[in-house]
C-alpha cells in the first residue's frame, strides 16, 4: 500500500511537474506573442496591404484589363522564370498606370505557390509613404505578417531600445542591419519585394537605390525585386549599374498602354452612366473626350471622373464641366518647378524648357544645341542630365526630347510662363529665330550630301555617318514660322532691306531648298516663303519685297524637279528660269558647268505661276475647294487629284473608275467628293481617305456631269443616253429620270435654292427642271452647236451655257430669255462656270485658252493661255480670287484670277482629266481621269493621298454632304472609307513614244522628262519643254516641244 502510495505520488508529481512546465511555456509565449505584437505595433507606421487598397479604391478599381498585357510582356516573363534576373525595373512617365500595373502585379504573383510577397506604395504628397525608412518598414512587416520567424532578427534590438528603435536619427541604419540579416535567413526564400514609385521617394531615396543594390550582392539571398519610378536622372544613375536587372520601359509600349487606358474609360465612363444616369449621347460625348485627351494617362482620366461623379455634378452641367478640365496634372507639374529652381542647373533646365515649350516638333539633342546658346559646347551626356534634371516635363527617348504630356507643356506657357519665359513668348520665338538662321548661314552649303550626280533621285538618297543636316533639321524648315510668331512690326529691323533675312535669301536660298528636298519638307519651304512674303508685303523694304516674290516664283514653278532630285535647284532650277528671275542672276555661278549652250529664256517671269503635274492623260475637270485651300482634278489616266492650292502638291490620287473622269465636285462640307466617268457610273469618294463610299449605276451611258444640291441630300446626274437623273444621296437611290432632251446631256447644275436643276445637251438646248417635280419648266434655245456646259449663278437669277458654236450664252433663268451672248473662243466651250459673286464667268475651251468675262457687261477681262491642249473643265475657288482649268495636255492649272498669272500645275493622272472636285471644307480635291481613276489629293499639302482604281473614265462626280464618305459616281457610290485603301504614291506620267534614234551620249529618255548622259539622268525638263521631237548629234540636243517651241542645247 505504501509502496503504491508511492508509486502513485511520483505519477502525480510528474504529472504536476509537466502541468508546471506546460504553464511556464505557455507563460513565454504569452510573453513572446506580447513582445511580438509590441514589436510590431512599433514597427508598424503604415499597413501596405491598407495604402494597395486605397489606391485601388481611390482610383475606381483595379482592372485586370488594365495590366494583363504585362504578364505575357517578354521582360516580365524573362524576370520571372530566369534566376539570374533579380530586378524588374519598370519605369514611365507620370500617370502611365505604374502603380496600377505593380497592384496588378501583386495580384498574379500571390496566386503562386509559396508566394512570400512585400510591398511599398510611395507617394511624395505624405510624409509617412515618401522616406526610405518608412519604405523598409513597410517591407519589413509585410514579410513577418507572412513568415512570423523573421521578427526575431527585429526582437533582437527592440527588446533593448523599444520603440525607439525606429526613430531618432540612426534609424536607417538599423533599419538596414535589420533588413539585412533577414535576407540572409536561410527561410527567405522565393521572395519579391515591390517598391512602387521610386521617384516619390522624396527623402533618402539615394540610400534606398543603394540599399536595393547592395541586397542583390548578398550570395546566399534569392530575393527579387520589382521597383517603378519615373524617368528620372538619380534612379537611373543607381539602378543602371545592376546587371542582373530587367528593364521595362511604358514609353517602348505605348500601343499596351494606350489599349489600357480605354479598357480603364470605357470601365469609368460604364460607372458614371450608372451613377448619373447618362443618356447615350453623354456617355459617348464623355467618352470620346477622355479618350481624345488622355494620352496613355490613367490618371488624368482618374481625376476627372472623380470630378464628374461628384454629387454636386449635375448630369446636365456634364458636357461643360467635361470640357472645362485641361489635360493636366498641375499640382505634380508645380511641385517639379520647385525642384528645378532650386537645383544647380536651373538656368539651363529652364532654357531648355522654354525651347522645349515654343517648339513646333520635339527636337533632338542636336537640334536643341543648335537653338540655345548655353548649350552649345555641353557634351551629350551632361545634355543628357540636363535633360533629366527637368523632372517631370520632359523626357528624351532615342535623342529626341518629348513633353511627358501635352498638359506639360499647357502648365509651362500658362502657369509657369514667368518662370522660364520672363521676356514673353513673342521674345523666345525671335531668338530661336536668330539661333536657327544664324546655323543656316553657317552650315548649308551645295551638295551637302556629297551626291555629286545630277540627278540623283531623292529616293535612292541614304543618311551619311555623321548627318550633316542633323544639327539643322529643325531650324531648316521652321525658322520663318519663329519669325512670324515672334509678331514683328513692319518696321522691324529683320524685315528690312539689307537685314539677316535679305543677306540669308542672297547668300544661301538655293542651298536652302537643296536641304529641304533632302529632308522632304518642299510644301513646308513653299509655305514658309509665303509667309515671309506676307511679312515684307507692309514694309517700305522694296529690294526684299521684289526678292522675295522672285524666289516665290523660283520655287513654285521649280519645286518638282527639285523634289525628285536635290541637285536640280542648281540644273533644271536655274537652267528654265527667266533671264533677268534675281535668284537666277544671283546664282550664276551654280549653274551647270557641263552645259556650254544653255536654251534662250524668257526675259521675265510670265502669267503661269506653276505647272501642276502628275496626271497620266488629259485633264479634263478641274474645281476648287469653298475655301480655296484645295483644287481638284479629273483626267482620262481614269483619276481624280487633289492638290494643295498653295503649294501644288498633289495630296490625294483616287483610283476606281474605270475610264475617263470627266466630272469632279467637292461636297460643301469638303468631306466627300464625287466624280462621274464614261464607266457610266458615279462614285462618291471620302476625300480624307480616298475610300469609294458608293456606286451610282443606272445610266445606259457615261456620265458626263455631276452635282451635289446645295443642301448636298440629292446628287444629279447627265449622261450620253440623253437622260438626267437625281439621286438621293444619302440611300443612293434613283428619285428621277428627266426625259426630254434629244442629245448627250452634257452639263447639269442645281440652283442655289435647289428647287431648280438646269441641264444643257449636244442637242443644242438648255432645260430648266423642277426638282422636286421633275417637270421642264423652260427650254432655252438659240446655240448654234452643242451645250457642252451649263452653271447657275450663285443666287439662281441666271444661267450660263457654253456651246460647240464657240460661244457663251448668259440666260434669264426665270424667263429663259438670252441676255447675252459671249464671243471670242476660237473653239467649242467645254466648260463655264461662275464666280461665287457673281460678277465673273469663266469658260474654257478647245482653243486651249481660259477666258474671264465680266458677267454684267459681257466684257472679256482676261484671256488665260498655257495649256497645251484643250480645256475641259474651268472653277472658281469660293473667294474668286483663283481659278483652276483641267486640260488635255493632262495637267491642272490654277491661276491668279485677278492677275491671270498661273500659280500652279499638279501633275499625277495618266490620262485627261475629265473633272475636279473640292471637298465642302476646301481640305481635299478629288480628279477624275482618263486613266481610269480617281485620286484624293491634299488641298493644304498638294501630296496625293489615293488612288483609286475604278476601271472607267469618269466624268462626273460628287460628294454627298450629307454622310460625307460617299462619293457618287457614275458606276455607282463608292465607300471612301473602305479598309482596303492605302495611300498611294503620286502618279508618273505615262511613257511617251519617242521618235528619231536613240543616241549614246548624250539624249532623252525614253519618258522624254530628262536630258540624259550614258543613261544618266542630268537634266529635268519642265513640261513646257518636253519632247514632240528631237535630234541629238554628239554632245547637242535639240527639241521640238509639245508647246511649240525648239530648244537647242549644247553639253560638254
Same mark, same amino acid.
Given at each position: ?371 540655345? $546658346? ?161 511679312? *515684307? ?53 551654280? $549653274? ?43 483626267? @482620262? ?174 440666260? @434669264? ?9 459671249? $464671243? ?71 491661276? @491668279? ?139 547637242? *540636243? ?15
Amino acid at each position: 500500500m505504501d509502496q503504491y502510495n508511492s508509486e502513485d505520488s511520483k505519477i502525480q508529481l510528474r504529472k504536476l511537474i509537466d502541468v508546471a512546465g506546460a504553464l511556464e511555456k505557455q507563460q513565454e509565449k504569452r510573453h513572446q506573442d506580447d513582445g511580438d505584437k509590441q514589436c510590431l505595433r512599433d514597427l508598424l507606421e503604415t499597413d501596405p496591404r491598407d495604402d494597395k487598397t486605397r489606391i485601388e479604391d481611390t482610383k475606381g478599381g483595379l482592372l485586370r484589363d488594365s495590366y494583363r498585357w504585362i504578364l505575357d510582356h517578354a521582360d516580365f516573363q524573362r524576370f520571372r522564370d530566369d534566376p539570374q534576373s533579380r530586378l524588374l525595373w519598370i519605369k514611365g512617365d507620370p500617370g502611365k498606370g505604374k502603380t496600377m500595373l505593380l497592384c496588378g502585379i501583386i495580384d498574379e504573383l500571390k496566386k503562386g505557390p509559396n508566394s512570400l510577397l512585400s510591398y511599398f506604395f510611395c507617394q511624395a504628397t505624405e510624409a509617412q509613404l515618401s522616406n526610405a525608412a518608412s519604405v523598409l518598414r513597410g517591407l519589413i512587416y509585410l514579410l513577418i505578417l507572412q513568415q512570423p520567424s523573421l521578427i526575431s532578427h527585429v526582437r533582437s534590438k527592440h527588446d533593448v531600445a523599444g520603440e525607439k528603435l525606429f526613430q531618432g536619427i540612426n534609424v536607417w541604419v538599423s533599419l538596414v542591419e535589420i533588413f539585412t540579416d533577414m535576407l540572409k535567413d536561410p527561410t527567405l526564400k522565393d521572395a519579391v519585394l515591390i517598391i512602387d514609385a521610386l521617384d516619390e521617394c522624396t527623402t533618402d531615396r539615394p540610400k534606398l537605390l543603394d540599399f536595393i543594390i547592395q541586397s542583390l550582392t548578398i550570395s546566399s539571398s534569392p530575393v527579387k525585386w520589382i521597383v517603378s519610378s519615373r524617368n528620372w536622372q538619380d534612379i537611373e544613375e543607381k539602378l543602371d549599374r545592376i546587371e542582373q536587372k530587367v528593364r521595362l520601359q511604358l514609353e517602348l509600349n505605348q500601343d499596351s498602354i494606350s489599349k489600357a487606358v480605354d479598357t480603364y474609360i470605357e470601365c469609368k465612363v460604364e460607372e458614371l452612366a450608372g451613377l448619373k444616369n447618362y443618356d447615350k449621347k453623354t456617355r459617348d460625348a464623355v467618352k470620346n473626350r477622355l479618350t481624345s485627351n488622355a494620352d496613355g494617362t490613367f490618371l488624368w482620366v482618374a481625376l476627372v471622373c472623380k470630378e464628374l461623379a461628384d454629387p454636386k455634378a449635375r448630369k446636365r452641367h456634364t458636357l461643360s464641366r467635361l470640357h472645362s478640365f485641361p489635360p493636366g496634372l498641375d499640382s505634380l507639374y508645380g511641385r517639379m518647378i520647385e525642384h528645378i529652381r532650386d537645383s544647380e542647373d536651373a538656368d539651363l533646365c529652364k532654357e531648355v524648357l522654354a525651347i522645349a515649350s515654343v517648339v513646333y516638333r520635339p527636337v533632338t539633342l542636336d537640334e536643341l544645341k543648335v537653338l540655345a $546658346e548655353s548649350l552649345e559646347d555641353i557634351d551629350p551626356d551632361d545634355l543628357k542630365d540636363i535633360i533629366g534634371s527637368c523632372g517631370s516635363f520632359l523626357t528624351l527617348r532615342e535623342s529626341v526630347v518629348y513633353f511627358v504630356h501635352q498638359s506639360a507643356k499647357d502648365y509651362l506657357l500658362s502657369k509657369a510662363s514667368c518662370h522660364i519665359l520672363p521676356s514673353g513668348t513673342a521674345h523666345q520665338h525671335h531668338t530661336l529665330f536668330s539661333r536657327s538662321l544664324a546655323a543656316l548661314s553657317e552650315a548649308l552649303r551645295r551638295d551637302i550630301y556629297g551626291l555629286s550626280t545630277p540627278g540623283f533621285s531623292i529616293d535612292q538618297v541614304s543618311l551619311p555617318n555623321p548627318d550633316p543636316l542633323s544639327w539643322i533639321r529643325y531650324s531648316c524648315i521652321y525658322w520663318v514660322d519663329h519669325l512670324v510668331d515672334s509678331n514683328p512690326t513692319s518696321s522691324h529691323k529683320d524685315l528690312q532691306d539689307s537685314s539677316v533675312i535679305h543677306g540669308f535669301i542672297q547668300k544661301k536660298y538655293l542651298y536652302w531648298l537643296e536641304s529641304l528636298s533632302l529632308l522632304r519638307s518642299m510644301s513646308e519651304g513653299v509655305q514658309a516663303v509665303y509667309k515671309l512674303e506676307a511679312l *515684307v508685303r507692309n514694309t517700305r523694304s522694296q529690294k526684299l519685297a521684289e526678292l522675295l516674290r522672285d524666289a516665290r516664283r523660283f520655287f513654285l514653278s521649280h519645286k518638282r524637279p527639285i523634289e525628285i532630285a536635290p541637285l536640280q535647284t542648281y540644273a533644271s532650277a536655274l537652267v528654265f528660269s527667266p533671264e533677268r528671275s534675281l535668284i537666277r542672276e544671283l546664282f550664276k555661278k551654280e $549653274e551647270p558647268n557641263w552645259m556650254i549652250l544653255k536654251p534662250r529664256m524668257e526675259a521675265d517671269w510670265n502669267a503661269c505661276v506653276q505647272t501642276l503635274e502628275g496626271h497620266g492623260g488629259s485633264v479634263r475637270s478641274v474645281v476648287f475647294s469653298a475655301d480655296g485651300q484645295r483644287l481638284a482634278s479629273g483626267s @482620262d489616266d481614269r483619276t481624280v487629284k487633289i492638290w494643295d492650292a498653295a503649294t501644288g502638291a498633289c495630296v490625294q490620287t483616287l483610283e476606281g473608275h474605270g475610264g475617263w473622269v470627266s466630272s469632279v465636285v467637292f461636297s460643301a462640307d469638303g468631306q466627300r467628293l464625287a466624280s462621274g466617268s464614261d464607266d457610266r457610273t458615279v462614285k462618291i469618294w471620302d476625300a480624307a481617305t480616298g475610300a469609294c463610299v458608293q456606286t451610282l449605276e443606272g445610266h445606259g451611258g457615261l456620265v458626263m456631269s455631276v452635282v451635289f444640291s446645295a443642301d448636298g441630300q440629292r446628287l444629279a446626274s447627265g449622261s450620253d443616253d440623253r437622260t438626267v437623273k437625281i439621286w438621293d444621296a444619302a440611300t443612293g437611290a434613283c428619285v428621277q429620270t428627266l426625259e426630254g432632251h434629244g442629245g448627250w446631256v452634257s452639263s447639269v447644275v442645281f440652283s442655289a435654292d435647289g428647287q431648280r436643276l438646269a441641264s444643257g445637251s449636244d442637242d443644242r438646248t438648255v432645260k430648266i427642271w423642277d426638282a422636286a417635280t421633275g417637270a421642264c419648266v423652260q427650254t432655252l434655245e438659240g446655240h448654234g452647236g452643242l451645250v457642252m456646259s451649263v452653271v447657275f449663278s450663285a443666287d439662281g437669277q441666271r444661267l450660263a451655257s457654253g456651246s460647240g458654236d464657240k460661244t457663251v450664252k448668259i440666260w @434669264d433663268a426665270a424667263t429663259g430669255a438670252c441676255v447675252q451672248t459671249l $464671243e471670242g473662243h476660237g473653239g467649242w466651250v467645254r466648260s463655264v462656270v461662275f464666280s461665287a459673286d457673281g460678277q465673273r464667268l469663266a469658260s474654257g475651251s478647245h482653243d486651249k485658252t481660259v477666258k474671264i468675262w465680266d458677267a454684267a457687261t459681257g466684257a472679256c477681262v482676261q484671256t488665260l493661255e498655257g495649256h497645251g491642249g484643250w480645256v475641259r473643265s474651268v472653277v472658281f475657288s469660293a473667294d474668286g480670287q483663283r481659278l483652276a482649268s483641267g486640260s488635255g495636255d493632262e495637267t491642272v492649272k490654277i491661276w @491668279d484670277a485677278a492677275t491671270g498669272a498661273c500659280v500652279q500645275t499638279l501633275e499625277g493622272h495618266g490620262g485627261w482629266v475629265m473633272s475636279v472636285v473640292f471637298s465642302a471644307d476646301g481640305q481635299r480635291l478629288a480628279s477624275g481621269s482618263g486613266d481610269e481613276t480617281v485620286k484624293i489629293w491634299d488641298a493644304a499639302t498638294g501630296k496625293c493621298v489615293h488612288t483609286l482604281d475604278v476601271g472607267r473614265i469618269l466624268y462626273r462626280f460628287s460628294f454627298d454632304p450629307t454622310t460625307n464618305s460617299l462619293l457618287s459616281t457614275d458606276i455607282g457610290l463608292l465607300n471612301l472609307d473602305h479598309p482596303a485603301l492605302q495611300p498611294a504614291v503620286d502618279d508618273q506620267s505615262t511613257a511617251i513614244t519617242l521618235r528619231g534614234v536613240r543616241h549614246s551620249g548624250w539624249g532623252i529618255s525614253t519618258d522624254g522628262v530628262w536630258i540624259v548622259k550614258d543613261g544618266k539622268e542630268m537634266l529635268w525638263l519642265p513640261p513646257d519643254y518636253r519632247v514632240g521631237e528631237y535630234a541629238v548629234v554628239g554632245s547637242t *540636243v535639240a527639241i521640238g516641244c509639245r508647246s511649240g517651241r525648239v530648244l537647242v542645247m549644247k553639253f560638254s
